[in-house]
């Protein structure tokens, strides 16, 4: 296996991390600074929405670097 592969394999796991993140909202990590911004600009949809953008670009392109 190349870096390559395993920076896909890591996008594909931060990407269900990710998901979990904005599925479940655990307080501490909702609670960050960086996440409360997101919340205060986009609203709590707008921000849960964000991240399951985000998460499907990631592992996109995971996916796309593991066949490469």
């Given at each position: 296996m190349?870096?390559l ?11 269900v ?35 399951y953008?985000f ?14």
């Amino acid at each position: 296996m190349d870096g390559l592969a395993l920076l896909g394999i890591f996008l594909i796991l931060y990407s269900v991390a990710v998901v979990w993140i904005a599925a479940k909202k655990p307080e501490k990590i909702w609670n960050m600074a960086k996440i409360r911004l997101f919340r205060k600009l986009l609203g709590e949809q707008g921000t849960v929405i964000f991240f399951y953008v985000f998460a499907v670009i990631a592992a996109a392109v995971g996916v796309w670097l593991m066949a490469k």
